[in-house]
């Protein structure tokens, strides 16, 4: 098993950079993919990017392609998501998530993680 606990949320303008944390207990971290999802008020919780274990290949939902990079440190069971030119519709709930290093689901799929964080709010005004 394996604890996620997000960090680094904020308020932030427009056009501003933040750097979300993701640490994880255990031993195992290296053998789980990681994603981060977003959920705005009244949406649902979407993709924003993921990360195999690895660190070797990466995706990215449309919507933030060329403005976000997700990452990882094995060796600090951490995982990234720095995220530049925020817009006023970023803002919602940051949720890391971690599955199983041998899932074939789409890396969209929030069924195939079978473990999330608390949340980290990510608010950016205009």
């Known amino acids: 098993q394996v604890q996620l606990v997000e960090s680094g949320g904020g308020l932030v303008q427009a056009g501003g950079s933040l750097r979300l944390s993701c640490a994880a207990s255990?031993?195992?971290?290296?053998?789980?993919?990681m994603g981060w999802f977003r959920q705005a008020p009244g949406k649902e919780r979407e993709f924003v990017a993921h990360?195999?274990?690895?660190?070797?290949?990466?995706y990215y939902a449309d919507s933030v392609k060329g403005r976000f990079t997700i990452s990882r440190d094995n060796a600090k069971n951490t995982v990234y998501l720095q995220m530049n030119s925020l817009k006023p519709e970023n803002t919602a709930i940051y949720y890391c998530?971690?599955?199983?290093?041998?899932?074939?689901?789409?890396?969209?799929?929030?069924?195939?993680?079978?473990?999330w964080g608390q949340g980290t709010q990510v608010t950016v005004s205009s």
């Open positions: 998530a971690a599955r199983q290093f041998y899932s074939t689901s789409s890396w969209e799929d929030r069924s195939s993680y079978g473990y």
């Open positions: 255990g031993r195992t971290f290296s053998t789980y993919a």
């Open positions: 990360i195999n274990w690895s660190g070797g290949s990466t």
